[in-house]
């Protein structure tokens, strides 16, 4: 079975690392992909926004599947174009991704149907934005309705930072239309824990639980970033708080896209924060998340395939998700500047990775036969060990060996997890 995968991170190669382990598994294509993905799928240089060319190169090649895993063309409809012409798909149509496309959209859903997120207003206009502003108890959190790039949401912890904030979204449109409506959110606190499932629409299967640290710098300090590190599972996320969240968010959340005719199937991802009133929702993601994916399918033993498959046709059976009680921590090795203002073109130098070591790519490009870095984050170094401690020093180790000009990384992926397992 010929695949075709949308997107070019490091995500998709983990996904595509994946999916070559399925014995169903014939050739595997990549639009766009980038110079580490194309070791292990034929990348062509058509971008995952341009959807016309997506459908244009599925039709025109052997494709008997395609997983649409970025945010952009799913919410563009990728799924429902390429289902139009024939070709099934792993991921929400246009219809259904708007839960992650719309946040004003997914706080009127949990409103609705009583999930527990946080309280809100929503503003259409910078003036009622700012005279609620005015109001308001700080810190609170400023949310861009739309779709941008994982940055649309700031913490603000005064009324002249908020009055800032809504400038730049509503008014500098630093954002573009994501920035036409604005949700104001009360400030919550408590661990945060990322849980990816996968669903047809009628069952939902979560995959093990994962943390991400999306802060540039150690101790979480620093700018907000795409993720600088992962671990798997989250030991937040116990099984009593994972029964909560079945009963009271994931459940309810199927049920709630159904009832609206918004029938979600793919993999739907639960940003959660473990507050003292319990779980609540911070954010769906219509998605695998970056770089929690790089942790968490190293874990799956199944057939990524055969699950995405049967998702796709609405017959999961939660006995086909099978994860393993091992651990996985990945390490982001980032250009220098990074999120800001960073140099590119250096040559990469990668480590032959061991049994239970991978590295995915997301931010190079091959020149010449070699492999040069084109992006802020540059590749993820992932290890699975039976014990959190393990994997995260493995994966270092090999993170370690990654050479290029500028190379850095957080030293501290995994630090409050080893905590809160008692492990310092
Ligand atoms: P989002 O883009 O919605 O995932 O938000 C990005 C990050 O902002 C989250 O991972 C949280 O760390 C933080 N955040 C978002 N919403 C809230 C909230 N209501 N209270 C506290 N922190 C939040
Ligand atoms: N790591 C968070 C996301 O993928 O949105």
Redesign the pocket.
């Given at each position: 079975m010929n695949i075709l995968v949308i997107g070019g991170g490091g995500r998709e190669h983990a996904v595509i690392k994946a999916l070559k382990k399925s014995p169903k598994t014939g050739k595997i294509y990549c639009l766009p992909g980038n110079g580490g993905i194309a070791a292990d799928a034929e990348c062509y240089p058509i971008k995952a926004t341009d959807i016309e060319g997506i459908v244009q190169f599925a039709t025109t090649h052997d494709v008997d599947f395609a997983v649409v895993t970025p945010d952009d063309p799913l919410v563009l409809g990728a799924v429902d174009a390429l289902e139009e012409k024939g070709i099934p798909c792993f991921g929400p149509n246009k219809r259904a991704a708007i839960i992650e496309g719309s946040k004003v959209f997914s706080k009127q859903l949990m409103k609705k149907y009583g999930i527990p997120t946080?309280g809100s207003v929503t503003c259409a206009s910078a003036e009622n934005a700012v005279e609620y502003l005015k109001t308001c108890k700080y810190p609170t959190?400023i949310?861009a309705d739309g779709l941008a790039l994982?940055k649309?949401?700031v913490?603000v912890y005064s009324f002249e930072e908020a009055r800032a904030a809504i400038n730049e979204i509503m008014v500098d449109k630093i954002f573009g239309d994501s920035g036409n409506k604005v949700l104001i959110?009360?400030?919550?606190?408590g661990p945060?824990a990322s849980v990816l499932s996968f669903t047809d629409g009628n069952i939902v299967v979560p995959m093990a639980s994962s943390m991400d640290h999306?802060r540039a710098l150690d101790g979480d300090r620093g700018l907000n970033t795409g993720g600088m590190g992962t671990v798997a599972p989250n030991p937040y996320y116990t099984p009593e708080i994972a029964e909560r969240c079945m009963k009271e968010i994931f459940i309810p959340t199927i049920r709630a896209m159904n009832a609206e005719g918004r029938m979600f199937k793919g993999c739907l991802y639960f940003?959660l924060?473990l507050t003292s009133d319990g779980p609540k929702v911070?954010?769906y993601n219509c998605r695998f998340g970056d770089p929690e994916t790089q942790v968490v399918l190293p874990l799956l033993d199944s057939d990524l395939l055969e699950i995405m498959l049967a998702t796709s046709r609405g017959e999961l059976r939660e006995d086909m998700v099978k994860f393993s009680s091992d651990s996985a921590c990945c390490v982001i090795v980032a250009s220098s500047g990074y999120p800001k203002k960073y140099a590119t073109g250096f040559e990469i130098e990668l480590p032959k990775p061991a049994e239970g070591e991978d590295i995915y790519v997301a931010g190079a490009k091959l020149s010449d036969g070699k492999l040069l870095t084109s992006g802020g984050r540059v590749l993820g170094a992932t290890a699975r060990a039976e014990n959190l401690r393990d994997a995260v020093d493995k994966a270092y180790a090999l993170a370690n060996k990654v050479k290029f000009e500028g190379a850095y990384m957080r030293k501290d992926i995994g630090a409050r997890a080893l905590l809160a397992l008692g492990d310092k």
């Open positions: 946080a959190v949310k994982g649309g949401a913490i959110e009360e400030f919550l606190t945060e999306k940003g924060m911070i954010e």
